[in-house]
C-alpha cells in the first residue's frame, strides 16, 4: 500500500473556508520529518479526538460531527453546512460526552450520551436520547438519561421514555420522523428475558411499538421499515424467523450459540432478497437465502480464505450499492458503477490512506463524506464535490499526530508449536532498524474477540514512537478467522492460548526482529490475565509485563456475585470456553495467576479501576496482596472512579506515562541484561490514582 501523506492546510471548526483543489492537496509536497527530535506527548495519542463521529445527513447537504475543543472537555455537537461552508455548534448536554448521532432527515438528527459510572457496581444513568434541529434550535430529551429526566427548557416537556430505552444501530432504512430504540424488558442478574422495540418520533415524542416474536434479540427491517427476520434466543437454542411482507412468521433455520451453525439475518434489500452470514469452508461469508426453501445460495456473495467476513450495507435512493467488510484492512466493494469510479477517483487523489465514502442516501447534492486513514494516519474527515472537485478538510482526529512519524504495521503468520498458523499484527518503529528490537508482545481482551485491523492504533503507535516493536498475535480463541480458530481456543487459559504467546515472542526472536532479552508482555482484562500467566510460565522469555484489569482467579469469574457477568453466561458460556467451576476446579486453579503468585518475581506494573464490574477490583487486591511478599519489582496502581478500562483523559496521561517509564527502566536501556538498565524517568505530576 502507498503510505505517502497527502498534505493539507489546518481548517478550524470556528472558521472553515473552502479548501484548495483535491488535487492540489494530494499533490502538496511533504516535507521530510526527522525521525529524532521531541516525542509526540502522552496526551496526543491518548487525548480525545478533536474530531470524532462524523455522518453525512441523508441529502447529503450537512455533516454532524462530534467535536472536542483542543481534545480537551466533553465532547459536543457541531454540524457542517456544505453548501454554507459553516459550522455550527449544536448541543452540549452538561458532564455528559455526546456519543452516537443519527439523523432523521436534514433539518433534525438524534444523540445520546456515553454512559459514566458513579460508583461502584452503580450505572444512575443511561445513554438517553435528545432531539435537536441541525440549526441548534427545539432540543429535547426524547429517553430520559436518568430516572425523572428533565424538563426541555423551550418546551417545558419532559422525556417521552424511560432511560433504560436506547438508540438502535445500525439504524433501519430512514423515513419520516421516527427513529428505533430498545430496552431489555425482562432482566436479571441471571438472564435478558425479552427486548421491547419502540419507533419514537424524534420531534413530538410519541411512540409506537413494533411487534416482534417473544425473544428475539436481532431485528432487520425492509425499505418500507417493515420488521421481517428476527433471531429469537432461549438459552442456547437459536431460531432465524422469517415472514413475506404479508404473512405470519415462518421458521428459516434452527441453530445454537457458539456452534457456528447458525445464519445471522443482515438486510433485506429492494428485491426483498434476505441477506444472512452463514458458515463457507469454515469461514463466515455473505449470502442471500431463498426463503421459500430455507436454502443459501449456492456459492457466497463476499467470503476469504483466512478472515471471517461481517458484511455492512451501503443504501442509496433506496437501493443496495455498496458492501462494506473487513480483511485485514477495511474494504468496500461497490455494486453500483458510478460509486466504483469516485472510489477510484478519491482513492488516487487519497493515495496514503483507506478512504471510507458515505454518500447521499437520496436526492442529487454532489457531496459526499471521505473518512481517511491508515495504519500511520489517524482518520481524518473530508467533504468531496463530485462536481467541481473541491475538497474540504473538516478535522482529524488526532491533529497533533505527524503520520510521518508514525509506524507502519503489517499483518504476518506464524506456526505454533503444534502447526497451527496463527495471525498477528507486527508494527516496527520507525527510525530505530529491525533487526534486535525491544519487543512488546500485546495480548489482546476477550478473548472472543478479533484483536485488531489495518489502523491507526493509539496505544501501538505510542509504544512505536518510543523504540519498541510491537508484535499482536490473533492467539487461538480469537475470532474472525474462522470457527475452528476460534474453536481451537476453548478451555485453553493458561495452555494452548498462552503457548501461542510464547511462540509468537520465539518467532520474533528467529526472525531477528526481538532482541531475546528484552521482550515484555502487556495486556488489559484477558490480556492483563494472559500477561500474568506468561511471567508466571516463562520468565525467561517475558522479562516483565504491564496488566490492567486483570483476571487473577479463573473461579472468581463464577464466584463473584457483584460482577456484570449474567448467570446465563456463567451456566452457559462460560464453562464451555473457560472450563466448569466444578469438573474442572482443579484445571482452573492451575491456571489461575493468583495460585501461581509465589512463582511471579518479574518485573511488573498491575493497574484496575476501583469500579470494575466485569473483572471485579477484588482481582487486583489479591494479587497485589500475594506478590508485595516476594516480587519487591511489582508497581501496583488503583485509579479511583474508573471501571473496566479507562474513561477520563487523566487516567489515560497517569497510566501511560508509567508505562513509559516502567518499560524505559526494565526493557528499553536493558540490552545484554539487568545491569545495564537505566534508572526511571522522573515522574509526572500527581495524579488521581492510589498505588504502591
Same mark, same amino acid.
Given at each position: 500500500? #502507498?503510505?505517502?501523506?497527502?498534505?493539507?492546510?489546518?481548517?478550524?471548526?470556528?472558521?472553515?473556508?473552502?479548501?484548495?483543489?483535491?488535487?492540489? &492537496?494530494?499533490?502538496?509536497?511533504?516535507?521530510?520529518?526527522?525521525?529524532?527530535?521531541?516525542?509526540?506527548?502522552?496526551?496526543?495519542?491518548?487525548?480525545?479526538?478533536?474530531?470524532?463521529?462524523?455522518?453525512?445527513?441523508?441529502?447529503?447537504?450537512? *455533516?454532524?460531527?462530534?467535536?472536542?475543543?483542543?481534545?480537551?472537555?466533553?465532547?459536543?455537537?457541531?454540524?457542517?453546512?456544505? !453548501?454554507?461552508?459553516?459550522?455550527?455548534? *449544536?448541543?452540549?448536554?452538561?458532564?455528559?460526552?455526546?456519543?452516537?448521532?443519527?439523523?432523521?432527515?436534514?433539518?433534525?438528527?438524534?444523540?445520546?450520551?456515553?454512559?459514566?459510572?458513579?460508583?461502584?457496581?452503580?450505572?444512575?444513568?443511561?445513554?438517553?436520547?435528545?432531539?435537536?434541529?441541525?440549526?441548534?434550535? @427545539?432540543?429535547?430529551?426524547?429517553?430520559?438519561?436518568?430516572?425523572?429526566?428533565?424538563?426541555?427548557?423551550?418546551?417545558?416537556?419532559? &422525556?417521552?421514555?424511560?432511560?433504560?430505552?436506547?438508540?438502535?444501530?445500525?439504524?433501519?432504512?430512514?423515513?419520516?420522523?421516527?427513529?428505533?430504540?430498545?430496552?431489555? !424488558?425482562?432482566?436479571?442478574?441471571?438472564?435478558?428475558?425479552?427486548?421491547?422495540?419502540?419507533?419514537? #418520533?424524534? %420531534?413530538?415524542?410519541?411512540?409506537?411499538?413494533?411487534?416482534?416474536?417473544?425473544?428475539?434479540?436481532?431485528?432487520?427491517?425492509?425499505?418500507?421499515?417493515?420488521?421481517? /427476520?428476527?433471531?429469537?434466543?432461549?438459552?442456547?437454542?437459536?431460531?432465524?424467523?422469517?415472514?413475506?411482507?404479508?404473512?405470519?412468521?415462518?421458521?428459516?433455520?434452527?441453530?445454537?450459540?457458539?456452534?457456528?451453525?447458525?445464519?445471522?439475518?443482515?438486510?433485506? $434489500?429492494?428485491?426483498?432478497?434476505?441477506?444472512?452470514?452463514? $458458515?463457507?469452508?469454515?469461514?463466515?461469508?455473505?449470502?442471500?437465502?431463498?426463503?421459500?426453501?430455507?436454502?443459501?445460495?449456492?456459492?457466497?456473495?463476499?467470503?476469504?480464505?483466512?478472515?471471517?467476513?461481517?458484511?455492512? =450495507?451501503?443504501?442509496?435512493?433506496?437501493?443496495?450499492?455498496?458492501?462494506?467488510?473487513?480483511?485485514?484492512?477495511?474494504?468496500?466493494?461497490?455494486?453500483?458503477?458510478?460509486?466504483?469510479?469516485?472510489?477510484?477517483?478519491?482513492?488516487?487523489?487519497?493515495?496514503?490512506?483507506?478512504?471510507?465514502?458515505?454518500?447521499?442516501?437520496?436526492?442529487? @447534492?454532489?457531496?459526499?463524506?471521505? !473518512?481517511?486513514?491508515?495504519?500511520?494516519?489517524?482518520?481524518?474527515?473530508?467533504?468531496?464535490?463530485?462536481?467541481?472537485?473541491?475538497? *474540504?478538510?473538516?478535522?482529524?482526529?488526532?491533529?497533533?499526530?505527524?503520520?510521518?512519524?508514525?509506524?507502519?504495521?503489517?499483518?504476518?503468520?506464524?506456526?505454533?508449536?503444534?502447526?497451527?498458523?496463527?495471525?498477528?499484527?507486527?508494527?516496527?518503529?520507525?527510525?530505530?532498524?529491525?533487526? /534486535?528490537?525491544?519487543?512488546?508482545?500485546?495480548?489482546?481482551?476477550?478473548?472472543?474477540?478479533?484483536?485488531?485491523?489495518?489502523?491507526?492504533?493509539?496505544?501501538?503507535?505510542?509504544?512505536?514512537?518510543?523504540?519498541?516493536?510491537?508484535?499482536?498475535?490473533?492467539?487461538?480463541?480469537?475470532?474472525?478467522?474462522?470457527?475452528?480458530?476460534?474453536?481451537?481456543?476453548?478451555?485453553?487459559?493458561?495452555?494452548?492460548?498462552?503457548?501461542?504467546?510464547?511462540?509468537?515472542?520465539?518467532? &520474533?526472536?528467529?526472525?531477528?526482529?526481538?532482541?531475546?532479552? %528484552?521482550?515484555?508482555?502487556?495486556?488489559?482484562?484477558?490480556?492483563?490475565?494472559?500477561?500474568?500467566?506468561?511471567?508466571?510460565? !516463562?520468565?525467561?522469555?517475558?522479562?516483565?509485563?504491564?496488566?490492567? &484489569?486483570?483476571?487473577?482467579?479463573?473461579?472468581?469469574?463464577? @464466584?463473584?456475585?457483584?460482577?456484570?457477568?449474567?448467570?446465563?453466561?456463567?451456566?452457559?458460556?462460560?464453562?464451555?470456553?473457560?472450563?466448569?467451576?466444578?469438573?474442572?476446579?482443579?484445571?482452573?486453579?492451575?491456571?489461575?495467576?493468583?495460585?501461581?503468585?509465589?512463582?511471579?518475581?518479574?518485573?511488573?506494573?498491575?493497574?484496575?479501576? $476501583?469500579?470494575?464490574?466485569?473483572?471485579?477490583?477484588?482481582?487486583?487486591?489479591?494479587?497485589?496482596?500475594?506478590?508485595?511478599?516476594?516480587?519487591?519489582?511489582?508497581?501496583?496502581?488503583?485509579?479511583?472512579?474508573?471501571?473496566?478500562?479507562?474513561?477520563?483523559?487523566?487516567?489515560?496521561?497517569? =497510566?501511560?506515562?508509567?508505562?513509559?517509564?516502567?518499560?524505559?527502566?526494565?526493557?528499553?536501556?536493558?540490552?545484554?541484561?539487568?545491569?545495564?538498565?537505566?534508572?526511571?524517568?522522573?515522574?509526572?505530576?500527581?495524579?488521581?490514582? %492510589?498505588?504502591?
Amino acid at each position: 500500500m #502507498n503510505r505517502r501523506d497527502a498534505v493539507f492546510s489546518t481548517l478550524s471548526l470556528a472558521a472553515l473556508r473552502p479548501s484548495e483543489s483535491a488535487a492540489q &492537496a494530494a499533490t502538496a509536497p511533504a516535507a521530510a520529518v526527522s525521525a529524532t527530535g521531541p516525542l509526540p506527548p502522552v496526551l496526543a495519542f491518548f487525548g480525545r479526538p478533536l474530531l470524532g463521529t462524523a455522518v453525512l445527513s441523508p441529502m447529503g447537504t450537512k *455533516v454532524a460531527m462530534r467535536v472536542t475543543p483542543a481534545g480537551k472537555g466533553h465532547a459536543r455537537l457541531a454540524v457542517f453546512d456544505l !453548501e454554507t461552508q459553516k459550522a455550527n455548534a *449544536v448541543a452540549a448536554i452538561g458532564n455528559s460526552h455526546i456519543d452516537d448521532i443519527q439523523w432523521v432527515d436534514d433539518e433534525r438528527l438524534v444523540f445520546d450520551t456515553e454512559v459514566t459510572l458513579t460508583d461502584f457496581r452503580r450505572v444512575d444513568y443511561g445513554p438517553g436520547l435528545f432531539g435537536v434541529d441541525a440549526n441548534g434550535g @427545539s432540543i429535547r430529551e426524547l429517553v430520559e438519561t436518568r430516572p425523572g429526566g428533565f424538563v426541555t427548557p423551550d418546551t417545558g416537556l419532559r &422525556a417521552a421514555l424511560h432511560w433504560h430505552f436506547s438508540l438502535l444501530q445500525p439504524a433501519p432504512p430512514q423515513a419520516g420522523d421516527e427513529v428505533l430504540v430498545y430496552r431489555p !424488558e425482562a432482566i436479571s442478574k441471571e438472564r435478558i428475558g425479552h427486548y421491547e422495540l419502540l419507533w419514537l #418520533n424524534a %420531534r413530538k415524542g410519541g411512540h409506537r411499538q413494533v411487534e416482534a416474536p417473544l425473544h428475539a434479540q436481532r431485528w432487520v427491517f425492509d425499505f418500507q421499515r417493515r420488521l421481517r /427476520a428476527v433471531v429469537t434466543r432461549q438459552g442456547t437454542d437459536l431460531e432465524l424467523l422469517w415472514r413475506d411482507a404479508t404473512g405470519p412468521w415462518r421458521l428459516l433455520r434452527r441453530g445454537t450459540t457458539l456452534e457456528g451453525d447458525d445464519w445471522q439475518p443482515l438486510f433485506v $434489500d429492494e428485491q426483498d432478497r434476505l441477506y444472512v452470514s452463514a $458458515d463457507h469452508q469454515g469461514r463466515t461469508a455473505l449470502f442471500t437465502v431463498d426463503t421459500q426453501r430455507a436454502s443459501l445460495s449456492a456459492t457466497p456473495l463476499l467470503s476469504h480464505p483466512v478472515f471471517d467476513v461481517h458484511a455492512r =450495507f451501503i443504501v442509496s435512493e433506496s437501493r443496495l450499492v455498496g458492501l462494506r467488510y473487513t480483511i485485514d484492512a477495511e474494504v468496500t466493494h461497490w455494486l453500483d458503477v458510478e460509486a466504483k469510479t469516485l472510489q477510484a477517483r478519491v482513492d488516487a487523489l487519497l493515495p496514503s490512506t483507506s478512504n471510507r465514502l458515505s454518500l447521499p442516501q437520496r436526492g442529487n @447534492s454532489p457531496w459526499v463524506l471521505i !473518512e481517511a486513514g491508515s495504519d500511520q494516519q489517524p482518520t481524518r474527515t473530508l467533504a468531496y464535490n463530485r462536481q467541481t472537485q473541491k475538497m *474540504v478538510r473538516l478535522g482529524d482526529r488526532h491533529p497533533e499526530i505527524d503520520a510521518r512519524r508514525m509506524a507502519q504495521t503489517d499483518f504476518v503468520q506464524f506456526k505454533a508449536r503444534d502447526g497451527r498458523s496463527i495471525p498477528a499484527w507486527l508494527t516496527l518503529p520507525p527510525g530505530r532498524g529491525k533487526t /534486535a528490537l525491544p519487543l512488546v508482545v500485546w495480548v489482546h481482551g476477550g478473548p472472543w474477540v478479533r484483536g485488531m485491523s489495518w489502523r491507526w492504533h493509539p496505544e501501538v503507535q505510542f509504544l512505536a514512537s518510543r523504540g519498541y516493536a510491537v508484535l499482536q498475535p490473533e492467539f487461538r480463541g480469537s475470532t474472525g478467522y474462522g470457527y475452528d480458530h476460534f474453536r481451537a481456543g476453548w478451555r485453553q487459559w493458561g495452555q494452548a492460548m498462552q503457548t501461542d504467546l510464547a511462540d509468537a515472542a520465539r518467532w &520474533a526472536i528467529e526472525q531477528r526482529v526481538a532482541d531475546p532479552a %528484552r521482550i515484555a508482555l502487556l495486556g488489559a482484562s484477558y490480556g492483563g490475565y494472559a500477561t500474568l500467566m506468561g511471567l508466571v510460565q !516463562e520468565p525467561e522469555l517475558f522479562r516483565a509485563g504491564v496488566a490492567w &484489569a486483570a483476571v487473577t482467579d479463573l473461579q472468581m469469574m463464577y @464466584s463473584l456475585q457483584w460482577s456484570d457477568i449474567l448467570g446465563e453466561a456463567k451456566r452457559y458460556g462460560l464453562p464451555r470456553l473457560m472450563g466448569d467451576p466444578v469438573a474442572d476446579a482443579q484445571m482452573l486453579k492451575a491456571h489461575s495467576p493468583l495460585q501461581q503468585a509465589a512463582r511471579l518475581r518479574s518485573p511488573l506494573l498491575l493497574a484496575h479501576g $476501583d469500579w470494575d464490574a466485569r473483572v471485579p477490583v477484588v482481582h487486583f487486591e489479591a494479587m497485589r496482596d500475594a506478590l508485595k511478599a516476594h516480587n519487591p519489582q511489582l508497581q501496583a496502581v488503583l485509579y479511583p472512579e474508573e471501571g473496566h478500562g479507562w474513561m477520563h483523559t487523566e487516567t489515560e496521561s497517569d =497510566f501511560w506515562s508509567r508505562v513509559e517509564r516502567f518499560l524505559e527502566q526494565h526493557l528499553a536501556g536493558s540490552k545484554g541484561g539487568a545491569d545495564t538498565a537505566p534508572a526511571p524517568a522522573p515522574a509526572p505530576a500527581p495524579a488521581p490514582a %492510589r498505588g504502591s
